[in-house]
């Protein structure tokens, strides 16, 4: 241990300093006289220049220490030597990190509005947002930045001002720094963090055992809040917006704090080098390792930090205006509810509540483009936890798959389809974990196979996986398709407006454009109808059948006024119906042409023959005029009667066709016989055969 200088100021001999009294009398002031102490004991006085010279003789001063008077303690040699060696301090300029941060946020803004690419192309997007949010969220970026350098130089500020007292005088070199009462005692804190902000620990120390040991411990951190404010099941905004801030706050100050200790024990090395006339290489190594640390965090700061920061305020701040608004409504007499729009916060508390005040519902209606994963997660949560039916119209996409998968029963209507990728944030795309992921456990836990889970979650964001129908029934996505027809009508909102309405069957298909166009009371009757149906939300089923039912009769009256080749084209189509339905069910083939099942089984028809009768309705409706009457067709029928006859088809045959209300065992044979009925009139001449099937059709025969 070393001795107390101060043990012998009025007698040197009694101090063991190693040299007698008169040599202590040579004409030095007590105040200038510098002494040394190493493993030989205590040498001094010396002026500070033979000081410095005797100091560069030894090979290390790990174990060397000085002192003069006025000093508490001994001072370590090579804090000596880099103190004396430091310039004057300069004072500090307020508020220098905030405008030094403010003006790199404004610089990486311009120049993302100019690019508008690369790792800037987040800041603005000109063709999808309004000039005055993207001026809002290049703000919003450049006060971020500017933040986190005040926050940066406000805790530096606090970490290097000297603790003042009554009398201090402030110093005026870093030398005279070490000849206060105790250099060591002079800063406010004097634990861990500040020793090592201060540069006090060794070289090695700094950058191995600090370094390492607190990226674990921020690793541990950022586990332990990611834990505790990062939900599983749905989300409060500001929670994440304080999540993310916390977290690259963290990150940043511990960043900050590694650097400055590792730059000043590198520079206390370095002073130690040079003190002994040798360089210290691995010291300006750790430098120039640091300052790569530090650009490559403020790269990912930009990359990553920014846009993280940025959607969670907008999340917070602006309800969330990259997910559109959703709708949720009562269906078919408050059985059914519907979810329209986009999967963001709150949904699942409002569904919740509807949920309660209904108390009948069964079925959930999907039609959804996706939003945010936990509140699908918490929406998810709700239909399980009630045992509802999923049910999707026409598209559920990204997020809202994860709310179809808490269904009992998950029920795909025909040409509906599920999409299917990665989830994402700040422009990043999450990483699948392959075991606790939030996609994968409410995808496994609804019974999904785990190929398919491991195909839909390698699907990059950007890009959108849609599966067939038959896949998603193999690989246990969904339990069943149908049409349908036993569910509300659904995919419209709750908003659903006429106009809107006109448009979509104007876009369903050209025989509703024919229909507006040559029989416009007709059409407003039927947009008017489909409007009640949607608006108290019927089933679809019935809204689909008796609008067919009306459409069917309506262009079925118009018939005889058609061009002689669509009446031939739609004679050649009733046969192919008839022979169709009589392959496998002769009842339906009865019931169908005869009329007395209606249009109802107009569902089970080829998709081809459907086509072809729609195609043949817009026909027509386009062709259809007042036209003038056609000679007797008298003549027509006894020539058909005839060829028929000559075919074998008898007199007991002939009475079927008129016939009604058949028994069941003769619907084969009333089938086959009308059937070759339309054959024989269509193989005649055109004019012929119009002549017959105008007369037909117009109930005249």
Same mark, same amino acid.
């Given at each position: 241990?070393?001795?107390?200088?101060?043990?012998?100021?009025?007698?040197?001999?009694?101090?063991?300093?190693?040299?007698?009294?008169?040599?202590?009398?040579?004409?030095?002031? *007590?105040?200038?006289g510098?002494?040394?102490?190493?493993?030989?004991?205590?040498?001094?006085?010396?002026?500070?220049?033979?000081?410095h010279?005797?100091?560069k003789?030894?090979?290390?001063?790990?174990?060397?220490?000085?002192?003069?008077?006025?000093?508490?303690?001994?001072?370590?040699?090579a804090?000596?030597?880099?103190?004396s060696?430091a310039?004057?301090k300069?004072?500090?300029v307020?508020?220098?990190?905030?405008?030094?941060?403010?003006?790199v946020?404004?610089v990486?803004?311009?120049l993302?509005?100019?690019l508008?690419?690369?790792?800037?192309? @987040?800041?603005v997007?000109?063709?999808?947002?309004?000039?005055?949010?993207n001026?809002? @969220? *290049?703000?919003? @970026?450049?006060?971020t930045?500017?933040l986190?350098?005040?926050?940066?130089?406000l805790i530096a500020?606090i970490?290097?001002?000297?603790?003042?007292?009554k009398?201090?005088?402030v110093?005026h070199?870093?030398?005279?720094?070490?000849?206060?009462?105790?250099?060591?005692t002079k800063?406010?804190?004097n634990?861990?963090?500040?020793?090592?902000?201060?540069?006090?620990?060794?070289?090695?120390?700094?950058y191995?055992?600090?370094?390492?040991?607190?990226n674990?411990?921020?690793?541990?951190?950022?586990?332990?809040?990611t834990?505790?404010?990062?939900?599983?099941?749905?989300?409060?905004?500001?929670a994440?917006?304080?999540?993310?801030?916390?977290?690259w706050?963290?990150?940043?100050?511990?960043?900050?704090?590694q650097f400055?200790?590792?730059?000043r024990?590198?520079n206390?090395?370095?002073?130690?080098?040079a003190?002994l006339?040798k360089?210290?290489?691995?010291?300006?190594?750790?430098?120039?390792?640091?300052?790569?640390?530090?650009?490559q965090?403020?790269?990912?700061?930009?990359?990553?930090? &920014?846009?993280?920061?940025?959607?969670?305020?907008?999340?917070?701040? *602006?309800?969330?205006?990259?997910?559109?608004?959703?709708?949720?409504?009562?269906?078919?007499?408050g059985?059914e509810?519907?979810?329209?729009?986009?999967?963001?916060?709150?949904?699942?508390?409002?569904?919740?509540?509807i949920?309660?005040?209904?108390? +009948?519902?069964?079925?959930?209606?999907?039609?959804s483009?996706?939003g945010?994963l936990?509140?699908?997660?918490?929406?998810?949560?709700?239909?399980?936890?009630?045992?509802?039916t999923t049910?999707?119209?026409?598209?559920?996409?990204?997020?809202?798959?994860?709310?179809?998968?808490?269904?009992k +029963?998950?029920?795909?209507?025909?040409?509906?389809?599920l999409?299917?990728?990665?989830?994402?944030?700040?422009g990043?795309?999450?990483?699948?974990?392959?075991?606790?992921?939030l +996609?994968?456990?409410?995808?496994?836990?609804?019974?999904?196979?785990?190929?398919?889970?491991?195909?839909?979650?390698?699907t990059?964001?950007?890009?959108?996986?849609t599966p067939?129908a038959?896949e998603?029934?193999?690989?246990? &996505?969904?339990?069943?398709?149908n049409?349908?027809?036993?569910f509300?009508?659904?995919?419209?909102?709750?908003?659903?407006?006429?106009?809107?309405?006109?448009?979509?069957?104007?876009?369903?298909?050209?025989?509703?454009?024919?229909?507006?166009?040559?029989?416009p009371?007709? @059409?407003?009757?039927?947009l008017?109808?489909?409007y009640?149906g949607?608006?108290?939300?019927?089933l679809e089923?019935n809204?689909?059948?008796?609008?067919?039912?009306?459409?069917?009769?309506?262009?079925r009256g118009?018939?005889? +006024?058609?061009?002689d080749?669509?009446?031939?084209?739609?004679?050649?189509?009733?046969?192919?119906?008839?022979?169709m339905?009589g392959?496998?069910?002769?009842?339906?083939?009865?019931?169908?042409a005869s009329?007395?099942?209606?249009n109802?089984y107009?569902?089970?028809?080829?998709?081809?023959? /459907?086509?072809?009768e729609?195609?043949?309705?817009?026909q027509?409706?386009?062709?259809?005029?007042?036209?003038?009457?056609?000679r007797d067709?008298?003549?027509?029928?006894?020539? /058909?009667?005839?060829?028929l006859?000559a075919?074998?088809m008898?007199?007991?045959d002939?009475?079927?066709?008129s016939?009604?209300?058949?028994?069941?065992?003769?619907?084969?044979?009333?089938?086959?016989?009308i059937?070759?009925?339309?054959?024989?009139?269509?193989?005649?001449?055109?004019?012929?055969?119009?002549i017959?099937?105008?007369?037909?059709?117009?109930?005249?025969?």
């Amino acid at each position: 241990m070393l001795q107390n200088p101060r043990c012998g100021l009025g007698s040197f001999q009694r101090c063991n300093f190693g040299y007698d009294a008169p040599y202590l009398g040579l004409g030095r002031s *007590m105040s200038a006289g510098w002494y040394i102490h190493d493993s030989r004991g205590q040498h001094g006085p010396f002026d500070e220049h033979e000081l410095h010279a005797r100091l560069k003789g030894y090979v290390e001063l790990a174990d060397i220490h000085v002192w003069r008077d006025g000093f508490e303690d001994w001072v370590p040699a090579a804090t000596f030597l880099q103190q004396s060696a430091a310039p004057a301090k300069l004072p500090r300029v307020k508020g220098k990190w905030t405008l030094y941060g403010l003006g790199v946020g404004v610089v990486l803004s311009l120049l993302g509005a100019v690019l508008g690419k690369g790792d800037l192309a @987040y800041l603005v997007d000109w063709s999808a947002k309004s000039v005055g949010e993207n001026v809002a @969220y *290049m703000a919003l @970026y450049a006060a971020t930045v500017a933040l986190l350098f005040f926050l940066i130089g406000l805790i530096a500020d606090i970490f290097s001002r000297p603790k003042k007292t009554k009398g201090d005088v402030v110093p005026h070199s870093a030398l005279d720094d070490l000849a206060s009462p105790d250099h060591r005692t002079k800063h406010r804190f004097n634990n861990f963090i500040a020793r090592n902000w201060r540069g006090e620990y060794p070289l090695w120390v700094s950058y191995w055992i600090v370094g390492v040991g607190s990226n674990v411990a921020v690793v541990a951190f950022m586990l332990m809040l990611t834990s505790l404010v990062w939900p599983q099941n749905g989300f409060w905004p500001f929670a994440n917006l304080a999540f993310f801030a916390a977290l690259w706050l963290l990150i940043s100050l511990a960043l900050v704090w590694q650097f400055v200790g590792v730059w000043r024990s590198a520079n206390v090395r370095i002073a130690e080098r040079a003190a002994l006339g040798k360089g210290a290489p691995w010291a300006g190594l750790a430098k120039f390792v640091m300052l790569i640390a530090v650009l490559q965090s403020v790269a990912a700061f930009v990359r990553v930090g &920014v846009p993280q920061l940025s959607e969670s305020a907008r999340i917070a701040f *602006m309800n969330d205006p990259d997910v559109p608004d959703y709708e949720i409504h009562l269906l078919n007499g408050g059985t059914e509810i519907e979810v329209i729009g986009g999967i963001k916060y709150g949904l699942a508390e409002e569904f919740k509540k509807i949920l309660k005040a209904s108390g +009948q519902v069964r079925v959930v209606h999907l039609n959804s483009t996706g939003g945010r994963l936990a509140e699908g997660a918490a929406l998810n949560a709700v239909i399980k936890e009630n045992g509802l039916t999923t049910f999707v119209a026409t598209k559920c996409m990204s997020a809202c798959t994860l709310v179809f998968a808490g269904g009992k +029963q998950r029920i795909l209507k025909k040409g509906a389809v599920l999409g299917f990728h990665r989830g994402a944030f700040g422009g990043e795309d999450q990483v699948d974990d392959h075991q606790g992921g939030l +996609q994968r456990r409410i995808f496994r836990e609804a019974g999904f196979s785990s190929g398919f889970i491991d195909k839909a979650l390698s699907t990059p964001n950007k890009d959108i996986w849609t599966p067939p129908a038959s896949e998603l029934l193999a690989e246990g &996505v969904i339990t069943s398709v149908n049409d349908g027809g036993g569910f509300a009508i659904s995919g419209f909102g709750a908003k659903v407006s006429r106009g809107g309405l006109d448009q979509t069957m104007q876009k369903a298909g050209a025989v509703y454009v024919a229909l507006k166009e040559r029989s416009p009371d007709f @059409y407003n009757e039927l947009l008017d109808q489909l409007y009640t149906g949607i608006s108290k939300g019927e089933l679809e089923g019935n809204v689909i059948q008796v609008l067919r039912a009306k459409i069917f009769g309506h262009v079925r009256g118009l018939l005889p +006024q058609a061009d002689d080749a669509v009446l031939i084209a739609f004679a050649n189509l009733a046969a192919d119906q008839y022979e169709m339905l009589g392959k496998s069910a002769p009842a339906a083939c009865y019931a169908y042409a005869s009329g007395e099942g209606g249009n109802s089984y107009a569902d089970t028809l080829s998709p081809d023959l /459907i086509k072809r009768e729609l195609a043949l309705d817009e026909q027509i409706l386009k062709t259809a005029m007042t036209r003038p009457p056609d000679r007797d067709a008298t003549a027509t029928w006894k020539k /058909i009667g005839a060829r028929l006859a000559a075919k074998g088809m008898s007199q007991e045959d002939f009475a079927l066709i008129s016939a009604t209300n058949l028994e069941p065992s003769k619907h084969a044979r009333y089938c086959d016989v009308i059937i070759r009925f339309y054959r024989e009139i269509t193989s005649l001449p055109t004019a012929e055969a119009a002549i017959a099937l105008r007369d037909l059709y117009a109930g005249k025969s």
